[in-house]
């Protein structure tokens, strides 16, 4: 039999995220946030009035109560267009929006980070990326059943192995306003800054990186497990930054404007573990 130990590190998974467990049987609301995941990718402007009567025309009797419940959980807030999943603390520390009137124009000038909401067949886990703004370049993700910040520092970490930012912007989240992340940002001598709140355009490329994600990849392949999850993001993202080309880019990859150079085509080898 195998660890518990060493099955989390198979799966790439924290010991804390494979002990949470649901407390109770969630399978209807689970394919009511399956459906309000969709439907707040097409329609971000949905707030819960609006998706309540959808459901309601589409075969859904709920109440407006639940619909709230349920756009909580994921973090869903029509007034601010994008998954509300980090939450701040109270008693960290929240760093000024560097980037009013910045032109970025080079490669490793501002990276950012967010998590968005990666739905499995039975539950949902978190998925955080770590985005060079100009190049579009994902240097790291990584995915979590919990909002913990350890998985938001391990994907800091992997990042910064392959270089470092002039500027890291993020929203002003829990997990990116903690000490072991923000303090990683200060020991690197890499200037943070968050978004505003509400503010609809400061880090709007990982935003439209989320809504390309889902319709390219996770919506058309309805992962059932984490392992599968894992495994088909692996291979999106290794095609997202080598070949998938991007007509803001000038119809070139993220690879070849990050690195200055095409990327050499090689099979994706799986999930790390």
Partial sequence: MIA????????????????????????????????????????????????NAWLRSVGHPVNHKRVRRLMRKMGLEAIYPKPRLSQSHPEHKIYPYLLKGVTVDRADQVWCADITYIRLLHGFVYLVVVMDWYSRYILSWELSLTLEKEFCVQALESSLWISKPEIFNTDQGAQFTSEEFAGRLQEAGIRISMD???????????????????????YLHDYQTVREARNGLGRYFHFYDTERLHETLGYRTPHEVYFGTKAVKVPFEGPRV
């Fill in 196 to 218: 505003g709140r509400r503010r609809l355009y400061d880090n709007i490329f990982v935003e439209r990186l989320w809504r390309t994600v889902k319709y390219e990849e996770v």
């Fill in 4 to 51: 518990i130990s060493r099955q989390c590190d198979l799966l790439g998974l924290y010991r804390s995220s494979y002990y949470y467990s649901s407390q109770r049987d969630d399978s209807y609301n689970l394919e009511l946030m399956r459906l309000i995941d969709e439907q707040f990718t097409r329609t971000p402007f949905y707030g819960v009035p609006k998706m």
